[in-house]
Structure formats: C-alpha cells, structure tokens
C-alpha cells in the first residue's frame, strides 16, 4: 500500500553533468571528477559548461535549464556557482522532469527547474569527505553525493525535509512597459558575439513577425534603421554577411546577432544591458 | 552476389569526436553531448578541439585531417562550423580512411579527407529532433545521426545520393613564385604563439635542409640574419632558448617558433599572414 | 621466495588523467586522447588540466601534487609540460601513493610526489609510435605508454633502472626571514583571480591565527591596516563582499582573496611576485 512517505523510485541513467563557474584553467573540475570517480567507477561525467562568468548565478541556471531536456532521465546535474561556500548557507538536492539536480541554497536551481520541483535539504556531515574543505563544497560535498544518487540512492533519500522554503532566484523576465513594448535584459554574450536576451517567444504572445528588437541609434555610427530596428529572423542566414539581426536562437529565446560578426562588438552592448523589443502596428 | 548497391560494412568504434567552433564557454558542447547520450547510452565521445576560431572552416578541416590518424577505425567524426546553418546549405555524411564523418556541405570535409572519400547527402528530416531548431543543426541533426553511426547504421545508409558534388573547400596549398620559392599563408596560431604555415615537407620535395623560412626584416628590430632567415630544425630543443626557429612539427607541418617564447608575438604574425619559404644554392 | 627483482604488484584502475600546457584551443589533446583509445578501448581520461600556463613545470607539479589523492588507487597520471621534448633529455614513469606516473624528466615529478617514489627512465623506442615526431612526445610516446600500464603494464615493467638521479625541481617553498616571518610566491592566479602562495599551514607551524599575510600598502590606494594585512579566515562567506582575506583554500594552501572580486586585480599581483606573512605577538 504506497504512501507518500514510500521511497521514491529512482532510475538513474549513470551520467552526471557538471556546471560550474570554474573555468578551466584551474584543476577544480578534474578534482571533481576524481571524487565521482573514486565513489563510482561507472559513473559517466560529462561537462555540460564550466564558462559561466564568475559568480554569475543566474546565468548557470540559464544554461542549465535550456540544457536539462537534451539528457537521458535519470541524469544527475550538479550546478556550482557558490559565493557563499563555507557559510551558513545550504545545499540542495532536488527531482525535476526526471532528473536530479544538486546546487548550493542560492537561488540557481529555482530559477532553472519547473514549478513541480521537489527540493530537499542535502546532509553536508553524511556525503562530505573526511577532509571537507570550506571552500569547495563542489568537490567535497556535491560530488560524493551525486556519485550515490548516480549510483542508485534515490534524490529524496539523499535529502531531508527543507527548514524553510529554497532561497529564491532574482527574475530575469522582461518587465512589460505598455501593450506592445518590454524591457529586457542582455543575459549574456556567447563565443560569436551574439546577445541573447531573457526573452522567450512566449512573452511575445508568439506573433514573432509583429516585434522588432530596438538598439539605441547612438550605438551605431551612421546606422540605417534596418540596423537599429531588428526584425526576428528564422536563422542567421537570412541576412547577408555583415548584417545585424534578431533571431530565436538555441536557447529557444530571443537573441541579437551579427551574420559571420560579433553583434557584441557591433552594438557595444555587455551582458547586463537593457533593450526594448516593441511591437509593430 | 556482391554488387554496387550491397549495404557496405560498418565496424563502429563506439568513438564519435566534436571540432567546432563552439569554445567551452557556453553550453552548446555539453547540449550536444546529450542528445548523443540519449540517443546511444554506450557511446564514447571526445573532445577533439572545441577552438576553431569562429567560422574558420579551413582550421577545422586542418585540425580534423592531422587528426584522423590517432582515431581508432570506425570512429565517428562530428564537425561543425556552420555559417549557413538553417539555409539551404546540406549536411554531408563521408567515409574515408575507415572512419565516418558528418559535417555542414560548406568546403569543411572536402579540405580535410582523401581524394578517395564517399559522400552522401544526409537525410536532415529523418535525424532531426521533433523540436530542431534552425540555429543549432550540430545538436539537433548531426548528434543524432553520430550517435545512429556510433551505434551501426552504416554511413552511407544514412544518407543518400548527393544531387552535385560536396561544395569544394578554399585551397590552402602554398603558392609557388618560382623554382626556389613558395609563399604560404600561416594558417593559425597554437597557445604557444607558434605560427603553424600551411606548408607540408612534401611541398618543400623533402629537401628540408635547403630551405629557408623568411621573416621580413622589418618586423624584427634589430634584427639578424638568424632571426629573419629560419632553417628548418629538428626540435625546439635544437636552439637555444628565446631564439626562432623553423621545424616540422606536430602537425607534420613547418612551422615557425620561438623556443620557449611565442614567435606571434616576436614578429608579430597572425593568421593569414604570408611568409616566404627559400631554396638555398 | 619474493624478492626485490619481483614483477610489482600493480592493479590499475582504467583511468588516465592529463594535465598539460595545451590549453584547449589546439587539438593537441584531442590528439593525445585518439592514441589513449586506439591502444587501449576500455580507458577512462580525465583532464585534470589543460590550463598550466606555457612552460610552468612547478606550476603543473603543484596541479598535480594537489589532485592525487582524489583519485582511485590504480590511476595513472600523465603531465606534459615539455620544453626540452626532442632533445635528449629523458622519460619517467613513477609509482607514487598507488598510482603511477608519466612526464619527461624534468623535475616535475619529483615536484609533485611524495620522497617515497620510485622512478624508472621510460623506454623510448618500447613505446613510440611507428611515426613519432621530435616535437610531441606526449601523444607519440607517453600516450602509449600510458595506456599499456592503464591496461595492466607495471610501471617498473615500463622502464629501466635510471642511470642519474631525476631532474629536481625548483623549490617553491617560502624563505625564511626570521622566527617570525616568512616570505612566499605567489604560485599562481586562478579563474577567479584568487593569488596561490606556495604556503602551506604546516609552514606556518599550524597556528594560523597569529599569521598575517601583509600586503605593500602601496598597491593600494587608500587602503586601510585592514586591507594590507589579511587575518587568515575560514572561508570567502567570512568577511563582507568586495573585502580581502586570506584563507586556506581548496589546494589546502594559503591564498589571498577578495570577496565576489579578484585581488589579482584589486592588489596588483601577478604569479611570481613575493608577499611576506608575519607572526604575530
């Protein structure tokens, strides 16, 4: 006779991603990955981005989220970008989508998981190792416990029940300044220079050939209102070399982009900057 | 009875290799990495090189040929710099050298296989996720395809008759001047500042000893003969430490170093830059 | 009857981890990792890091010493920062800790294991590739060799009895000035600008509450006593954000850093320079 307290059923497909914002020039992913090694031989790792910019919380949970539905189920995901380590703050173990997702208590996994997630409170003194640093729980708190719930523990058997509810992430969604016009901000800028903005198709109400995304003329010396007021294209070759454009990207969001160009440079706009996407008619 | 049309024999390695021009600072490797993941559990996947400057598909076809060799038979090899990506432009399918290959049809495999490689034009619907994008056809095409290579599907029943020839890549093959003079183009830049020329030993009709590498004078201040007029040595090794050199390396290529310094910097050379190759006497 | 002259036990774990001064932006380790499984299918490769800046010997040796011990038993380690490859300076492999270990000799090794390992010259010709270069011995001779003892080769079985001594390393402990003082490098500076000093707290005879690390309070301008000599904390979370400190971090080193900022920006500092910490009272 089940019950909610029966121990969840957990199929584990054996493969732990990593995120972090460690870079690579340093050996703390390696770490890590000889601490899942070390606790399960058969664990398959795989580095799903470690270029997140340095304590940047919110984009972690942005790649994580768009990355999460590309795995197996069963996957666990660990995610650190932890200002915080060392301090009072918690870790967290949490089921969504199939999946299993392990962070620090600072608003990354709320912000990159379903409404439906369930998050528990992970037991820092059962999974640390004996020799626990304060200020890499990556490595010697998450990784032994995403080696056990790889290996077959189940999420919530990892976990207890959360004191208090997860600490919350800071929206990134655009603020709607009237009926056809928002605000949104530049999450951030990838290797090519494109923007990609925290805007989804879906906060356009899906009438995509009705929007255009407005850059401020004074960015743009000389520029023509064909570069300043972006149309959203269906790919970047619908414009030829050298062309700024609007497009949805692979993020399924919203992204400004400069065909064979860095629309970064072009435009001079950073991660963190605002536009306005208005729409037409 | 064997005939033209016979399925051809495919031994998968199990390997299948990314070269992109994705860097690992944003998370398009580790989506793509996923979808093979979940397409076929056992499939070993490695980092070839995820550094291709931006839309530089000669440097990817470069780096995939000197690289083939390493790749145990029936290795599948996934390169992806895309300019066209979500135009008309095809995808292609190889064999070559008892490895597969999957690439954009945009001069990428063309420059890096055998004359005696086979093209087939992939089937893009049948590989496609339900939810492809028009952006990311290496996560949303050609990992699929990989991971059905990687687990058997022969290559050539992949795809199907190509209706013309691959698109031919831009030949990077040295310019000769005269009976004693060629001149190349450097084709990249390693981490170490070396200059890696676009030139084989075979151009040079393996007469190393007689020629000479040479570096306009005005590039260096104060400059000696040795400095801008570089035999071909043996190793780095072979000179003393902060002179240049030129030498075949690890490509098998001639390149031009400094040992234990960066010849970029020195002559202040980037790619795509011409230098003059010699015949002595 | 055992003896000295006894095959040794050695009971490899499948893995292989690679740290190098590649870098990612070149296939030289993608290259590597073609050669691991055409020789041996059933390895696990781990990179530990490709990030030791270019020629960085203690750099890597200190990567290196940090790591093993999160590693199974059975791993072998292979570090390539080789800028005498070609020349006639030697090969080891070692067994250390229950590993084993592979880099040319040049005082990396002896750098990063422990007094008690045992080394032997490795051989050059048993394991090269039918077409090694002068410039690559990482993929053409150490590759190899690291996936036969990964597949069950001993270590001692992979070498011969040294002829000398192996390279030494350059010390990177601190210089004592006095009871009271000592003066450290900063080793290196991570991805977060965090400054690595070559301190351990053993150095400082365990007491860490009476050390400062003191800072050229010309480095700042108008810093206050409290940012020019850093108490040494437990962890980032224990002083305010944008604040120094010093703490003991995730290599168990001393590091100076700045709350959610660089103090290699903040101070200045660049690997090399020198920093003095003081004993109190």
């Known amino acids: 006779m089940p019950s909610e307290t029966t121990e969840p059923r957990w199929d584990p497909s054996g493969i732990v991603t990593l995120t972090t914002d460690f870079d690579t020039r340093d050996p703390y992913v ?37 990355s999460i539905r590309y795995f197996p189920a069963g996957t666990v995901h660990v995610a650190v970008v932890d200002p915080g380590v060392g301090s009072s703050r918690g870790l967290l173990v949490a089921e969504d989508q199939g999946a299993a997702f392990l962070a620090p208590d600072n608003g990354l996994l709320p912000a990159a998981l379903s409404r439906d997630a369930r998050y528990h409170e992970l037991d820092l003194e059962r999974f640390a190792l004996p020799d626990a640093s304060r200020t ?38 655009p603020r709607r300044i009237d009926d056809a016009a928002l605000e949104a901000e530049v999450l951030l800028a990838d290797r090519y220079g494109n923007l990609v903005l925290a805007v989804r198709p879906a906060d356009l109400g899906g009438d995509l050939d009705r929007w255009r995304v ?11 209102p064909t570069e300043t007021s972006l149309a ?19 993020y399924g969001a919203i992204e400004i982009a400069v065909r064979d160009g860095s629309a970064r440079e072009r435009f001079g706009l950073e991660p963190g900057a605002r536009v306005v996407l208005r729409r037409q008619g």
């Open 30 to 66: 390696g770490m890590m990955k000889g601490v899942l090694l070390r606790a399960h031989r058969g664990v398959r790792i795989v580095d799903l981005c470690h270029g997140v910019p340095p304590q940047e919380i919110r984009v972690a949970a942005w790649m994580l989220e768009h």
């Open 136 to 173: 890499f729980h990556g490595r010697d708190v998450l990784a032994p416990a995403a080696a056990a719930i790889a290996a077959g523990l189940a999420p919530a058997a990892a976990g207890r029940v959360l004191a208090r509810p997860p600490v919350g992430g800071r929206s990134i969604a």
């Open 214 to 224: 407005e850059i401020d003329a004074s960015r743009v010396a000389g520029a023509t």
């Open 232 to 250: 959203i294209r269906g790919t970047y070759a619908d414009v030829a070399p050298g062309v700024p454009l609007a497009l949805v990207d692979s």
